[in-house]
């Protein structure tokens, strides 16, 4: 009869203590080299600042191809600092390696100045002077226009308002039904009041958006990952690229307390983009009035914006020319691994292209 119930080799329990001491050893050496964490590889130049929003324009290394500029517009939550992680880890590296010109609305930090900024404010206000300011950079009527996540929703709303200044829309993880089953952020976002939650914070600080993304998965956002991170302690390069994304994660913007109120009551709460009842100001979102072209891709393992709630797209919009792209990955993936980086830039480029 074996007397060990838990049948563990104690020499073998040894190597494993004795190896993750090693580790541990090992990562206090790697910390001590590595330097300050950047985010943001490509070289850049600001072509347009208003309050605490800054557009960017970035630099490749040749001459663009593409004669209808992109501008890309990303979500208020978090930096947009995703797409330009690092340089192996870049969408917009990879992009203006296809001959794409590529334009990026950085909307800040808001503080408290800010707290009374509706959806108006940043899309009929300042998204529109980004796009001008594009389209007279160009000399163009109408740009491309990349739309990511929440920043997407913004894009929708923009070329449904503005169609004549949006020649191709991109709409990326970006949700439309947002009271589809799967979607667990919308299931608490519906049980929330939202007016007390806003009337009592103000602005809504980045630690609490944090806090809630992180416990959409608990395990794994909070406890897998750093458990993880012992194994690569000996190795600087994948420490400075673990140390990189917890920067990202953790380096937020505060979101503007009325906008906030408007996403999380009329799109989380009402689901009215799906309605056709969604207004920005006094006027009614209408995307049937989008009627140029329009590439929609969604990430398959998405657990923030399900398939099922950026697919319904195709069926809202006016556009005869809908493409739809399904990428292998997650709401991050999509723009941080290695498929994502020989797969969705030259996709964007080539369906760009043919239009």
């Not at 334009?103 to 800010?114: F, M, T």
């Not at 998204?127 to 300011?133: G, I, P, Q």
């Not at 608990?218 to 993880?228: E, S």
Request: hydrophobic share 40%; net charge negative.
């Amino acid at each position: 009869m074996n007397e060990n119930p838990f049948l563990i080799d104690p020499e073998r329990a040894r190597a494993e203590v004795e190896a993750f001491r090693r580790k541990l050893e090992a990562g206090l050496e790697t910390l001590k080299k590595v330097g300050p964490i950047e985010l943001g590889a490509t070289p850049r130049e600001a072509v347009y600042t208003e309050d605490k929003l800054t557009l960017w324009h970035f630099k490749g290394g040749k001459k663009p191809a593409s004669k209808t500029p992109l501008l890309i517009c990303y979500a208020l939550v978090n930096t947009p600092w995703m797409i330009d992680l690092q340089e192996d880890r870049s969408m917009v590296r990879n992009l203006l390696a296809q001959g794409e010109d590529v334009y990026l609305v950085d909307w800040g930090y808001p503080d408290g100045a800010d707290r009374w900024l509706t959806l108006e404010d940043y899309i009929d206000g300042y998204l529109d002077r980004c796009v001008d300011v594009v389209r007279e950079r160009h000399g163009i009527e109408s740009l491309n226009l990349l739309g990511i996540c929440q920043g997407g929703v913004f894009s929708l709303c923009y070329a449904a308002l503005h169609p004549e200044k949006v020649r191709n829309l991109v709409t990326m993880v970006t949700p439309v039904d947002f009271h589809t089953p799967d979607n667990m952020l919308s299931h608490w976002a519906r049980n929330v009041d939202i007016d007390l939650f806003v009337d009592t914070m103000g602005n809504v600080p980045a630690d609490v958006m944090n806090f809630a993304y992180l416990t959409l998965k608990p395990l794994r956002l909070n406890q897998q990952k750093y458990i993880g991170l012992v194994d690569i302690l000996d190795n600087p390069k994948e420490v400075e690229n673990f140390l990189r994304m917890e920067k990202w994660i953790f380096d937020s913007p505060d979101q503007a307390g009325e906008a906030f109120r408007e996403f999380a009551r009329d799109f989380f709460q009402k689901n009215l983009l799906m309605k056709g009842e969604a207004r920005i100001g006094n006027r009614v979102v209408d995307l049937r009035k989008i009627t140029q072209p329009v590439l929609n891709i969604y990430a398959e393992q998405d657990h923030l914006v399900p398939p099922a709630a950026s697919a319904p797209l195709g069926g809202l919009v006016g556009s005869k020319d809908y493409t739809a792209l399904a990428f292998k990955g997650g709401h991050i993936g999509i723009y941080v691994s290695g498929r994502a980086q020989k797969q969705v830039p030259p996709a964007i480029h080539a369906w760009l292209a043919d239009r």
